[in-house]
């Protein structure tokens, strides 16, 4: 899967912590970014059940986002709950 360039900046835009473009290290935008490849490669494996190499790299992705969620929670819960209010995101 590829995501395009201008994909990334609306993404880091409207869910970086400082509303740049350029902010892509902040917590909030990785979890917003992963968030979209999660939830393209689960419409994936809706229709290709047996690609198992997808469904690891889609486990991995949400192991990588749930480590990013805890951090979040364990630093700055207001940040936290937001970003899961933002994204729609339940634990």
Same mark, same amino acid.
């Given at each position: 899967?590829?995501?395009?360039? @201008?994909?990334? #900046? @609306?993404? +880091?835009?409207?869910?970086?912590?400082?509303?740049? /473009?350029?902010?892509?290290?902040s917590a909030e935008a990785q979890i /917003?970014? +992963?968030?979209?490849?999660?939830?393209?490669?689960? @419409?994936?494996?809706?229709? #290709?059940? *047996?690609?198992?190499?997808?469904?690891?790299?889609? #486990?991995?992705?949400?192991? *990588?986002?749930?480590?990013?969620?805890?951090?979040?929670?364990?630093?700055?819960?207001?940040?936290?709950?937001?970003?899961?209010?933002?994204l729609g995101i339940r634990k």
């Open positions: 899967m590829y995501i395009y360039k @201008e994909l990334k #900046q @609306e993404i +880091f835009e409207k869910y970086g912590h400082s509303k740049v /473009a350029t902010d892509t290290g /917003a970014l +992963f968030t979209y490849r999660i939830n393209h490669l689960t @419409e994936h494996l809706k229709v #290709q059940r *047996k690609d198992y190499s997808t469904r690891m790299g889609l #486990q991995r992705l949400v192991g *990588k986002r749930r480590r990013l969620l805890d951090y979040l929670k364990n630093t700055e819960i207001d940040r936290y709950r937001n970003v899961i209010k933002e």
